[in-house]
Every structure is written in structure tokens, then in C-alpha cells.
């Protein structure tokens, strides 16, 4: 699933910290499972120098993805 959050992640983070080449490091934090045909609602926020993107499932957080 991790793979899954990951792609996710990569479609919600801003195009620019790609362009820009700012991110060299990242983790994904697996907090719950989503499973097939369920809802996700997906946010993006920075941590000091970190791009973070937030995935969120009927259960809560689902993954946390940050990259620098």
C-alpha cells in the first residue's frame, strides 16, 4: 500500500518542489489501512523544511508522506 500513498503524494505536492530538485529525502509513515472504494481526502503542509502530504481515510490518517 505504501507505493499507493506514495503516488498519491506525488499528485497533491506542489509541481515546483520537483522543478526545483528541493527534494532529495522522503519516509512514508503507514498509519491505517484504506481500503478499496473508499473515500480519501488528501492535504499538503510544510514541517520546517519538509513537504508533507497528509492522506486521510474513513478511518483517519491513513499515511503521511514528507519529503526534503
Do not use: Q
Amino acid at each position: 500500500h505504501n507505493l499507493n500513498y506514495l503516488d498519491t503524494a506525488l499528485e497533491i505536492l506542489p509541481d515546483e518542489i520537483f522543478a526545483k530538485g528541493e527534494c532529495s529525502d522522503m519516509t512514508v509513515v503507514y498509519k491505517n489501512e484504506v481500503k478499496v472504494g473508499e473515500s480519501i481526502t488528501c492535504g499538503y503542509y510544510r514541517e520546517e523544511e519538509k513537504h508533507c502530504a497528509a492522506i486521510f481515510g474513513e478511518k483517519g490518517v491513513a499515511a503521511v508522506i514528507k519529503m526534503w
